[in-house]
């Protein structure tokens, strides 16, 4: 078992597989960065599997794939397979935009991936064309469907932003509740790489604005989950996930692994270790004290929920689509 620095069990890895994407969305990647980080720098699959499997091993059962877009990445399922035959009772799902699910769905639920959280920010061709900077809401609707008609697990992930999409919350919902999918809706966090003129919803608003019409009961956090539900109307549970709230760190049981080898504590803080060295050279041993360090130090908390620092000048410099989000 892998227990942290505060004594919270780890047993989730997020593990992101590219930096690139092929959205622009205004609160992740607005514009192309000045350089990607070189090919070669990438670990292979097979580095990025040793280290899971270390990880594995010690304690955790939950992986979620992520990005940048994961499925820019050749032969992910490929990856997904290694994963799957190692271990198939792991909890194993994938982040994505769903744009170029459609041709890939079938591939990836054969692998052996379960689940996908989408991300689907508006219902509106020219709204969604406004975030992610494309027009994508069509083949992105197509993902969705394809995903479910295949067999995997969905949920959707929305930001909802002021000004943009605040107006589509209910719509969201519905549009959810009709394909008995359930939504996540995702606090806008603060960084230096979105948009400056950016305001995110607080949850009280996010679910102010679900209340308009609706009964919601709280439900409360579902485990170690980010994800706060309520149910809506005595009958569709939904969630919130919402850094800026004071019990979101105490139940953390992840880490982040980024595409050239980074092992992330916190998205919030700057502190990472590379396992790159140690999974070149094939190096078990050094990996799992790359890890047993992280976990030493892992911090105790973000500060998105401290108002009195501006996070968006404090926290780290790594990009989301770096880290994976
Ligand atoms: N490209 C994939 C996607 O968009 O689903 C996976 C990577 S993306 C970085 C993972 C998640 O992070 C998405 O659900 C996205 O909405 C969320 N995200 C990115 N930037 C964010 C921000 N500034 N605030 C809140 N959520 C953010
Ligand atoms: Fe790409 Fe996902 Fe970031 Fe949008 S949120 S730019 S789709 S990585």
Known sequence: MLIDGH??????????????????CQYCMPEKPFSWVPKENLLSFEELFLFIKVAMDEGVTKIRITGGEPL??????????????YNPDVDLALTTNAYLLPKVAQKLKDAGLKRL????DSLKPEVAQK????????QVLKGIDKALEVGLGVKINMVPLKGINDGEIL?????????????RFIEYMENRHAVESLKGMHGREILAKVKEGHTIRTLGREGASPSFNYLLDESYEFGLIDPHKHDFCES????????????????????????????????????????ATVLKDKPKENRWMDESVDSSQ???????????G
């Open 117 to 120: 959280n989408i991300s689907l």
């Open 7 to 24: 004594g919270r069990t780890v047993n989730y890895l997020r593990v992101s597989v590219t930096e690139r994407c092929n959205f622009r």
């Open 171 to 183: 719509d969201i919902i519905a549009y959810c509740r009709e394909k008995n999918i359930k939504v």
């Open 72 to 85: 820019l990445r050749e032969d992910l399922d490929t990856f997904i397979r290694m994963i799957h035959d």
């Open 252 to 291: 953390c049981n992840r880490i982040r692994l980024t595409a050239e080898g980074m092992l992330i504590p916190c998205l919030y803080f700057d502190e990472a270790l590379s396992i790159a060295k140690a999974v070149k050279a094939g190096n078990i041993e050094e990996a799992s004290q790359v890890l």
């Open 131 to 138: 975030i992610a900077q494309k027009d994508v809401l069509e």
């Open 314 to 324: 404090e926290i780290s410099e790594r990009a989301f689509y770096e880290t994976g």
